[in-house]
């Protein structure tokens, strides 16, 4: 009966604590002049501060315990009516993320009020979410730096993979002495890690691609072939790509017919030439016949299939073969908005909507890439007519698709606007499979004093806004802030990564710029070193698997041939 009671009396206690409680901050309130119920909001305002205390305290835990399973990509886009902190009312703006004790920062815009940066940042994080402050800052070189205004983004109500994007008013510190004005423009997003992962390879755009294909171990061998992949950026490889055909793969070729093998190479571009080359560049549907064509060498030849060149070219990024249908619909619904109001955004939808039709036979649903519409088609013929209108075609969807993605999307979906054929012919080739320093090789070529000032220059680098235009087109000039910075670090990244992949099956070249062209001093140290790490990978490969009665046919043979000649 004791516990009953004890409630009880627990409970009325409580109830005159309380009503003391009451009638002493009414007192209070009385001494100190403030009107009834201040004191009561007071209390509930310190109330929700220890809450808030014990939710921070929460989620520092679950950080703490490594319950780190999402990514959050917050992405700056731009800001306007910036505060001028400079002399010439300008500012030199740059902005700082800091999530969860994680900080990043944007590049600085020089002389302006109306920044745009476009760059994204992940982090990784658990729930609950927290707050994202986003500050912008005017770079000072000697003295400190102005603080120009914050946005505080509470992430607690963010749905997994639903998009937050708006403009924001920016504010000042906790102090409010801060002189502030304008607005940010900004998006966040929460993904599933194994998610981000997946989609950074801009592969998404090919939903057939089964990529269990690349990463589980290769089947054993069935046939007596050892078929080679050959991945280039092509133009700035030809001397190279050359060497490869009429000297190293002949002398391999001649090795692997002493064991009874046949050696042959899948080269999806040797013998093209650049005006050729353009329609291999700008029909996307290439790109699905050399993923197929890598698993086929895979599948038929194990462990000796993969050889690729890197330059200074990261290559291009092709118009996606489809779009996931939420992501259509939404790319199609603003351009419908802006319809309204623009004849140029009809004309884009327009021109979305005719070469993009919904396939109900995927699930789920996606959007295609029509093969042809009308007469226009990717696969034209170069020069003719209608390969030229589907040039023209295809830089209008693909500038289309890729800033109203960048408006309406997170950084994690942008990726297929980003990532090149090339560098997802080395992903599935030598990077996503485990057993890659078995089977690849690769050659990076490095160009000593390349100085980008003389037209030819561009043969061998990403310049900017190239998309569209003729490969053999004759620049005038071409000066370093053409080149791409955007593909110049992802190149670097994928150097990197292979790099650390295949560690001794990834040698270095070296030549030299020459002021039109480069240097040919190092293509016989190649050819060498080529025909040497291909023989010692196939003949690794048929000493393993010997072809079965080979040897003794060959005996056989020569033994009749013997009697033949010299009769008994």
Same mark, same amino acid.
């Given at each position: 009966m004791a516990p009953a009671g004890g409630r009880g009396s627990q409970a009325g206690r409580r109830s005159s604590q309380a009503e003391s409680q009451a009638t002493a901050g009414r007192r209070g309130s009385q001494a100190t002049g403030e009107k009834p119920g201040q004191a009561d909001r007071r209390t509930s305002q310190v109330k929700w501060e220890d809450d808030m205390s014990e939710s921070s305290k929460s989620a520092e835990s679950e950080e703490e315990d490594g319950v780190k399973d999402n990514i959050l990509t917050v992405k700056v886009f731009e800001a306007k009516d910036l505060v001028a902190a400079d002399r010439g009312r300008t500012s030199d703006p740059y902005v700082v993320i800091e999530f969860s004790g994680q900080q990043r920062k944007t590049k600085t815009i020089k002389q302006t009020i109306n920044p745009k940066w476009n760059e994204s940042f992940d982090f990784e994080i658990g729930r609950p979410a927290g707050q994202v402050s986003v500050r912008v800052y005017d770079y000072d070189r000697f003295n400190s730096h102005d603080f120009l205004g914050q946005v505080e983004l509470n992430l607690a109500n963010l749905s997994l993979e639903a998009v937050q994007e708006g403009w924001y008013d920016l504010q000042p510190r906790g102090s409010g002495n801060d002189v502030v004005s304008g607005q940010m423009h900004i998006s966040s997003v929460i993904m599933p890690k194994n998610k981000a992962v997946e989609d950074t390879s801009g592969l998404d755009s090919y939903p057939w691609l089964n990529r269990e294909e690349y990463l589980l171990p290769p089947p054993e061998r069935t046939q007596n072939v050892i078929r080679i992949y050959l991945a280039t950026t092509f133009v700035d490889f030809q001397d190279e790509v050359g060497k490869l055909h009429n000297i190293v793969f002949p002398k391999v070729?001649?090795?692997?017919?002493t064991r009874g093998y046949t050696f042959s190479v899948v080269d999806m571009r040797w013998g093209l030439?650049?005006?050729?080359?353009?329609?291999?560049?700008?029909?996307?549907?290439?790109?699905?016949?050399?993923?197929?064509?890598?698993?086929?060498?895979?599948?038929?030849?194990?462990?000796?299939?993969?050889?690729?060149?890197?330059?200074?070219?990261y290559g291009s990024s092709p118009l996606p073969m489809s779009l996931d249908k939420n992501e259509f619909m939404a790319i199609r619904g603003k351009l419908t908005e802006d319809a309204e109001e623009s004849e140029e955004a009809e004309e884009l939808l327009l021109l979305l909507t005719t070469w993009y039709q919904l396939d109900e036979n995927q699930v789920p649903n996606r959007f295609i890439l029509a093969r042809q519409v009308g007469d226009v088609s990717p696969s034209s013929a170069s020069g003719t007519p209608q390969h030229n209108a589907w040039l023209s075609t295809e830089k209008k969807l693909y500038s289309t698709l890729k800033s109203e993605s960048t408006k309406l999307l997170s950084g994690i979906r942008l990726w297929k606007y980003k990532v090149s054929?090339?560098?997802?012919?080395?992903?599935?080739?030598?990077?996503?499979?485990?057993?890659?320093?078995?089977?690849?090789?690769?050659?990076?070529?490095?160009?000593?004093?390349?100085?980008?000032? &003389?037209?030819?220059?561009?043969?061998?680098?990403? #310049?900017? +806004?190239? =998309?569209? @235009?003729? *490969?053999? /087109? &004759?620049?005038?000039?071409?000066?370093?802030?053409? #080149?791409? +910075?955007? =593909?110049? @670090?992802? *190149?670097? /990244?994928?150097?990197?990564?292979?790099?650390?992949?295949?560690?001794?099956?990834?040698q270095t070249l070296l030549t030299q710029w020459l002021g039109w062209t480069i240097g040919s001093d190092h293509l016989s140290e190649f050819s060498a070193e080529a025909e040497r790490m291909l023989s010692e990978v196939a003949l690794r490969e048929m000493e393993a698997h010997p072809r079965v009665g080979f040897l003794?046919?060959?005996?056989?043979?020569?033994?009749?041939?013997?009697?033949?000649?010299w009769p008994n």
């Amino acid at each position: 009966m004791a516990p009953a009671g004890g409630r009880g009396s627990q409970a009325g206690r409580r109830s005159s604590q309380a009503e003391s409680q009451a009638t002493a901050g009414r007192r209070g309130s009385q001494a100190t002049g403030e009107k009834p119920g201040q004191a009561d909001r007071r209390t509930s305002q310190v109330k929700w501060e220890d809450d808030m205390s014990e939710s921070s305290k929460s989620a520092e835990s679950e950080e703490e315990d490594g319950v780190k399973d999402n990514i959050l990509t917050v992405k700056v886009f731009e800001a306007k009516d910036l505060v001028a902190a400079d002399r010439g009312r300008t500012s030199d703006p740059y902005v700082v993320i800091e999530f969860s004790g994680q900080q990043r920062k944007t590049k600085t815009i020089k002389q302006t009020i109306n920044p745009k940066w476009n760059e994204s940042f992940d982090f990784e994080i658990g729930r609950p979410a927290g707050q994202v402050s986003v500050r912008v800052y005017d770079y000072d070189r000697f003295n400190s730096h102005d603080f120009l205004g914050q946005v505080e983004l509470n992430l607690a109500n963010l749905s997994l993979e639903a998009v937050q994007e708006g403009w924001y008013d920016l504010q000042p510190r906790g102090s409010g002495n801060d002189v502030v004005s304008g607005q940010m423009h900004i998006s966040s997003v929460i993904m599933p890690k194994n998610k981000a992962v997946e989609d950074t390879s801009g592969l998404d755009s090919y939903p057939w691609l089964n990529r269990e294909e690349y990463l589980l171990p290769p089947p054993e061998r069935t046939q007596n072939v050892i078929r080679i992949y050959l991945a280039t950026t092509f133009v700035d490889f030809q001397d190279e790509v050359g060497k490869l055909h009429n000297i190293v793969f002949p002398k391999v070729q001649e090795l692997c017919l002493t064991r009874g093998y046949t050696f042959s190479v899948v080269d999806m571009r040797w013998g093209l030439d650049e005006k050729q080359d353009k329609v291999y560049t700008y029909d996307p549907r290439i790109a699905t016949f050399a993923f197929r064509e890598i698993a086929e060498c895979r599948r038929i030849s194990p462990r000796a299939n993969f050889f690729s060149l890197i330059g200074d070219r990261y290559g291009s990024s092709p118009l996606p073969m489809s779009l996931d249908k939420n992501e259509f619909m939404a790319i199609r619904g603003k351009l419908t908005e802006d319809a309204e109001e623009s004849e140029e955004a009809e004309e884009l939808l327009l021109l979305l909507t005719t070469w993009y039709q919904l396939d109900e036979n995927q699930v789920p649903n996606r959007f295609i890439l029509a093969r042809q519409v009308g007469d226009v088609s990717p696969s034209s013929a170069s020069g003719t007519p209608q390969h030229n209108a589907w040039l023209s075609t295809e830089k209008k969807l693909y500038s289309t698709l890729k800033s109203e993605s960048t408006k309406l999307l997170s950084g994690i979906r942008l990726w297929k606007y980003k990532v090149s054929v090339f560098e997802q012919e080395m992903l599935l080739g030598a990077l996503l499979p485990e057993d890659a320093a078995d089977h690849a090789i690769c050659f990076i070529r490095q160009i000593a004093n390349l100085r980008v000032v &003389n037209p030819n220059a561009a043969k061998f680098v990403d #310049i900017v +806004d190239r =998309r569209g @235009n003729m *490969l053999q /087109d &004759n620049y005038k000039e071409v000066r370093p802030n053409m #080149i791409d +910075d955007e =593909r110049r @670090n992802r *190149l670097a /990244d994928l150097k990197q990564k292979t790099t650390a992949k295949l560690k001794d099956r990834c040698q270095t070249l070296l030549t030299q710029w020459l002021g039109w062209t480069i240097g040919s001093d190092h293509l016989s140290e190649f050819s060498a070193e080529a025909e040497r790490m291909l023989s010692e990978v196939a003949l690794r490969e048929m000493e393993a698997h010997p072809r079965v009665g080979f040897l003794q046919r060959e005996v056989a043979v020569h033994a009749a041939r013997q009697r033949l000649a010299w009769p008994n």
